[in-house]
């Protein structure tokens, strides 16, 4: 399975994601391979945000190792499911698809937790204090993946 996480930036949500889902899809005995992206290019070869980093290491996984890079339509064909934190996320992925199977590959993270609920991760860029919900709700979806994917 390779997953692709995708955010805004590639600085906050989906470093995290891609540091949860490594996390846990590890602990499962699975040999995954996930990464992440952004749909904007401004915070490309960036290290994550501190506060990302600061609560992924309260919660035992660094994910300093990663560098923002931006979203490519190279990426449809790359992975086998692309994880959008929002719904603008959503569209603007969507808009590079070039065929029903690539926008098959995309949805919503937390459709694992909420199915048909539309729901977005909240972009905590300016909200200090969004960081420990961020991790929350990722951390239960990727359990969720998971555990609905067989494992
Ligand atoms: P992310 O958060 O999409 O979760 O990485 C953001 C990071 C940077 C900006 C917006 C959201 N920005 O506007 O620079």
Not at 29 to 46: I, K, N, P, Q, R
Not at 95 to 110: D, F, M, P, T, Y
Not at 133 to 144: F, G, N, P, R, W
């Amino acid at each position: 399975m390779k997953i692709l996480m995708v955010c805004l930036g590639n600085i906050c949500r989906s470093p995290l994601a891609e540091g949860i889902m490594k996390a846990r899809a590890t602990e499962a005995g699975l040999f995954w391979t996930v990464d992440s992206a952004g749909t904007g290019h401004w915070h490309a070869g960036e290290l994550p945000d501190q506060r990302s980093i600061h609560v992924g290491r309260k919660y035992g996984i660094d994910i300093t190792g990663q560098r923002a890079r931006q979203f490519h339509p190279d990426d449809f064909d790359r992975f086998d499911r692309i994880f959008v934190m929002d719904v603008n996320n959503r569209r603007d992925v969507l808009r590079l698809a070039g065929n029903e199977a690539h926008r098959s590959k995309v949805s919503l993270i937390l459709d694992e937790t909420h199915p048909g609920e539309e729901c977005s991760v909240p972009d905590p860029y300016y909200d200090d204090n969004g960081f420990e919900a961020v991790y929350q709700m990722l951390d239960e979806a990727c359990q969720q993946f998971i555990r609905s994917s067989g494992h």
